[in-house]
């Protein structure tokens, strides 16, 4: 079946501007994540969803990045006045669930953001 | 909380020779231990996964790895590297049952020919 989604593959924008990254998760998947990969801080949890519960945002660098997932499946991240430093690959993962054996995270192929 | 501490940022080896790519971990609880590999321009992908049953894991193509509590390692092996191992690994860590993944730095595998 298919994958994790997610576009664009590719955002380049200026400084100062908003963006918005989606994700598509597997589906059936309950449980989704988002990671930053980028080349000076690694690989990053930023906020995670589980079903109707409230989000775990403790990843979210700055109240500029936000999240949100509708109707338990695609997710938004949007980061408003996108500054230079929050160039990096932003990187979604589904899971079917999160406890025991099931929690397996399947990462999509990310979107590399650019910002100018 | 947990860490994790890939101790080579690059190992190179020769084709048909053994790869070690070693990780050390650090959890305040019980942990969940992975290697993820991220090819090129592709995303990442489960190599293998320690949870709470057999200290030796095997993976996909022939990666295994031993979960050494005493020593609190991690290390990822294969007998014999192929070319099409080239890539970045990630060694990562949770509390089991927990949600964000912790990861290492990665370690950049090359193959020589």
């Known amino acids: 079946g298919a994958g994790v989604s997610q576009s664009p593959s590719n955002k380049v924008t200026e400084k100062g501007k908003d963006v918005e990254l989606r994700c598509d998760p597997i589906?059936?998947?309950?449980?989704l994540y988002w990671y930053r990969q980028s080349l000076g801080q690694g690989l990053e949890f930023l906020i995670y969803?589980?079903?109707?519960?409230?989000?775990?945002k403790s990843g979210l660098p700055s109240d500029r990045f936000s999240a949100e997932r509708t109707g338990g499946s695609v997710s938004t991240l949007t980061i408003q006045r996108t500054q230079q430093e929050d160039s990096a690959v932003y990187l979604c993962a589904s899971s079917l669930d999160v406890a025991g054996a099931r929690n397996e995270q399947f990462f999509g192929p990310g979107t590399r953001l650019t910002v100018l | 909380a947990q860490s994790v501490t890939q101790l080579d940022s690059h190992v190179s080896v020769s084709e048909g020779t053994p790869v070690l790519l070693r990780c050390n971990y650090s959890s305040s609880y019980s942990p969940s231990l992975f290697w993820y590999v991220q090819h090129p321009n592709k995303g990442l992908q489960l190599l293998l996964k320690y949870t709470s049953a057999a200290t030796l894991v095997k993976g996909i193509n022939g990666f295994e790895a031993e979960f050494k509590k005493s020593e609190t390692s991690f290390h990822l092996t294969k007998p014999s590297a192929h070319m099409s191992d080239a890539a970045e690994y990630f060694c990562v860590v949770t509390r089991r049952g927990a949600q964000k993944l912790v990861f290492g730095q990665g370690t950049r595998l090359t193959i020589n020919p």
């Open positions: 589906s059936g998947h309950t449980a």
């Open positions: 969803f589980q079903g109707n519960s409230a989000p775990d």
